[in-house]
């Protein structure tokens, strides 16, 4: 199984900024995507931002210009660094993993426990 362990969610002002992190452990063969995805009260979860193990990062217009995604291969870590934020931003933000176990097996979809962020106006 692989196991999606996410930290630094919290309060923030409008204009401040938010790191978050989210570490990938178990029997993992290989990480393929990795990424964030938010859900706010009442709406559905929506993509906030992913990562290939290489190649073309992918944002959600809402984000783009004030959101940054990386990644840590040999860590299987992925970051959102969170800058201008918006009362817009408030969600519970998830981290996401699609993931093999082993060299022959398919490839699975992950989800961390999610991570509360809220931002002030």
């Known amino acids: 199984q692989v196991q999606l362990v996410e930290s630094g969610g919290g309060l923030a002002q409008a204009g401040g900024s938010l790191r978050l992190s989210c570490a990938a452990s178990?029997?993992?063969?290989?990480?393929?995507?990795m990424g964030w995805y938010r859900q706010a009260p009442g709406k559905q979860r929506e993509l906030v931002a992913t990562?290939?193990?290489?190649?073309?990062?992918n944002y959600a217009d809402s984000v783009k210009g004030r959101f940054t995604i990386s990644r840590d291969n040999a860590k299987n870590t992925v970051y959102l660094q969170m800058n201008s934020l918006k009362p817009e931003d408030t969600a519970v933000y998830y981290c996401?993993?699609?993931?093999?176990?082993?060299?022959?097996?398919?490839?699975?979809?992950?989800w961390g426990q999610g991570t509360q962020v809220t931002v002030s106006s």
């Open positions: 996401n993993a699609l993931a093999l176990l082993g060299r022959f097996s398919p490839e699975n979809t992950y």
């Open positions: 178990g029997s993992i063969f290989r990480v393929n995507s």
């Open positions: 990562v290939p193990s290489s190649g073309r990062l």
